[in-house]
């Protein structure tokens, strides 16, 4: 199953695209995290392809000042929150002034980490941790999600995305192992313009996908 250059009919068919593009990747022992909420319905396809276990990663994007939909940071359960230091210029902020909205994510992303464990803990160390996402954009809470993993010693990290922006991939290729991004549109605007079918992903249905896998 090839991806059309127009992008994705809807999450599962990117998840199987992207399944087939791992399956020629020399992983081992994977385990496979989705990037809540987005990311988890294309990571059970990658998950279902693998063979792997599946398991849900959360991280949280802080907002610019106005731009609640802007993200000038992210931050995870645990760990220092991670800016992109140009954004944070650009509004004229400094991470000191972001605290409180860093803070808040924070608890955030406990209470929903509490709320998508399901069955028990996978292991991270010495395996291949294939991370999941829906697509990359600023790439912000990709960023903070591998930096939190690696402090679970993995022997890989890879960033898995069905489309990404060029820049952003970039990025993250200095962050993770190694990042896999099927669609790289140099017209790149946001990651819904390339899917047809891109509705809110709720809890109900990450709670379904990881009970599936239980």
């Given at each position: 199953?090839?991806?059309?250059?127009?992008?994705?009919?809807?999450?599962?068919?990117?998840?199987?695209?992207?399944?087939?593009?791992?399956?020629?990747?020399?992983?081992?022992?994977?385990?496979?995290?989705?990037?809540?909420?987005?990311?988890?319905?294309?990571?059970?396809?990658?998950?279902?392809?693998?063979?792997?276990p599946?398991?849900?990663?959360?991280?949280?994007?802080?907002?610019?000042?106005?731009?609640a939909?802007?993200?000038?940071?992210?931050?995870?359960?645990?760990?220092?929150?991670?800016?992109?230091?140009?954004?944070?210029?650009?509004?004229?902020l400094?991470?000191?002034?972001?605290?409180?909205?860093a803070?808040?994510?924070?608890?955030?992303?406990?209470?929903?980490?509490?709320?998508?464990?399901?069955?028990?803990?996978?292991?991270?160390?010495?395996?291949?941790?294939?991370?999941v996402?829906?697509?990359?954009?600023?790439?912000?809470t990709?960023?903070?999600?591998?930096?939190?993993?690696?402090?679970?010693?993995?022997?890989?990290?890879?960033?898995?995305?069905?489309?990404?922006?060029?820049?952003?991939?970039?990025?993250?290729?200095?962050?993770?192992?190694?990042?896999?991004?099927?669609?790289?549109?140099?017209?790149?605007?946001?990651?819904?313009?390339?899917?047809?079918?891109?509705?809110?992903?709720e809890?109900?249905?990450?709670?379904?996908?990881?009970?599936?896998?239980?």
């Amino acid at each position: 199953m090839m991806a059309a250059a127009e992008g994705y009919a809807d999450r599962v068919q990117a998840g199987q695209v992207l399944a087939e593009r791992l399956g020629d990747a020399d992983l081992r022992d994977p385990v496979v995290l989705g990037l809540a909420r987005g990311g988890v319905p294309v990571a059970a396809e990658v998950a279902r392809g693998l063979g792997a276990p599946l398991r849900v990663c959360v991280a949280r994007k802080i907002g610019a000042p106005g731009h609640a939909e802007l993200a000038i940071g992210a931050v995870t359960a645990a760990g220092p929150a991670t800016y992109d230091e140009r954004m944070v210029r650009s509004f004229g902020l400094d991470e000191q002034g972001m605290r409180e909205a860093a803070d808040q994510e924070r608890e955030e992303a406990r209470s929903r980490e509490e709320r998508f464990q399901v069955g028990e803990r996978v292991p991270l160390a010495d395996r291949d941790v294939v991370l999941v996402d829906d697509g990359l954009a600023t790439g912000a809470t990709a960023r903070a999600a591998v930096r939190m993993l690696r402090e679970a010693g993995p022997r890989r990290i890879v960033l898995a995305v069905p489309v990404g922006a060029p820049d952003a991939v970039e990025s993250l290729s200095h962050e993770a192992d190694e990042v896999i991004s099927v669609l790289r549109p140099p017209d790149f605007a946001a990651v819904g313009q390339w899917y047809r079918d891109f509705k809110a992903t709720e809890d109900a249905e990450i709670l379904d996908i990881l009970h599936s896998f239980a």
